[in-house]
């Protein structure tokens, strides 16, 4: 499956759910006021826009023109100074060292060519500049959902499951991507807790509008697979429960810090 277009469905929803993290990455880079920062794969523009709101001269990039849409809508509604331009995390047209601060929540994760990614996000920090990332850590209830819908995608279309995701959450992979860039590697970890009224209802509302399952869920449909693999997705969320009253799950993720 090719790289899906995150502006189809409705990612504004998820976007709400991650807005925690993005405030987490965006306290790590600690006063902004008067400075610039790149947010690389922004989506609908969550830490751009805290940012800007502290005072930082923000630019979004995202390779989906919808979520850049919503972003721009966002920041003008605002009053922020916060710009979003399209782009790739291995090919943001913007100038080198354009940026003090450089963030990714949970977007570069999704490049395909991760020391590409790595190199263009170093290329855009300026001397001295830090490059903030958020990575989830392997193991959770929803990291596992995830899990089987790749799985059952590359069933559903014949191809063999591949190698797993890049391990950005480990010191020792950003080490290899980055000690070659000459930044040091810094890693702590944090979590972010997801809820719903039950298993079922998290589910169905990811499934309805979440890209990556819009996506998925195409594929899987077009297979006759859908109804069952959404079966072992219940069951995993069933099992990682931790509110037996309604549903919330802990995913647990890094922030690097590359400086
Ligand atoms: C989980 S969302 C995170 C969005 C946003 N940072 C947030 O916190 O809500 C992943 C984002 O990465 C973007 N993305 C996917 N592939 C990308 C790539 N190769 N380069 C840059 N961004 C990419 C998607 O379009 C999507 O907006």
């Known amino acids: 499956m090719s790289t ?6 409705q990612y504004e929803r998820t976007a709400a759910q991650l807005e925690p993290a993005a405030v987490v990455v965006v306290d790590a880079a600690g006063d902004l006021a008067g400075r610039t920062l790149v947010d690389v794969g922004c989506g609908t523009g969550n830490a751009a826009l805290i940012a800007a709101a502290r005072g930082a ?3 979004g990039v995202d390779p989906a023109a919808r979520l850049l849409e919503v972003a721009r809508g966002r920041a003008a509604e605002e009053a922020l100074d916060a710009h979003f331009v399209a782009g790739d995390a ?7 060292a354009s940026a003090d601060v450089v963030v990714s929540v ?11 990614a790595a190199a263009e996000l170093v290329r855009l920090a300026a001397p001295g500049g830090r490059i903030l990332l958020s990575a989830w850590i392997p193991g959770g209830a929803i990291g596992d959902v995830a899990g089987v819908g790749r799985r059952a995608v590359a069933d559903a279309m ?4 591949g190698p797993p995701p890049f391990a950005w959450h480990e010191r020792g992979a950003l080490e290899s991507l980055f000690g070659p860039l000459d930044r040091r590697v810094d890693v702590a970890e944090h979590a972010l807790r997801f ?6 209802a998290f589910l ?10 819009l996506a998925t869920g195409a594929v899987l449909t077009a297979a006759g697979r859908a109804d069952a693999v959404l079966e072992e997705a219940r069951a995993l969320l069933v099992a990682g429960n931790e509110d037996p009253g309604a549903f919330a799950v802990t995913s647990r993720y890094v922030v690097a810090s590359l400086s």
Do not use: M
Not at 90 to 96: E, G, S
């Open 158 to 161: 014949g191809l063999p499951a």
């Open 195 to 200: 809820t719903a009224d039950s298993p079922e």
């Open 106 to 116: 949970f977007g570069v994760i999704f490049a395909p060519d991760p020391a590409a």
């Open 4 to 9: 899906p277009d995150w502006g189809i469905g």
């Open 57 to 59: 001269s923000s630019i």
């Open 204 to 213: 169905a509302a990811e499934y309805d509008t979440h890209p990556l399952w």
């Open 90 to 96: 291995a090919a943001v047209p913007l100038p080198d």
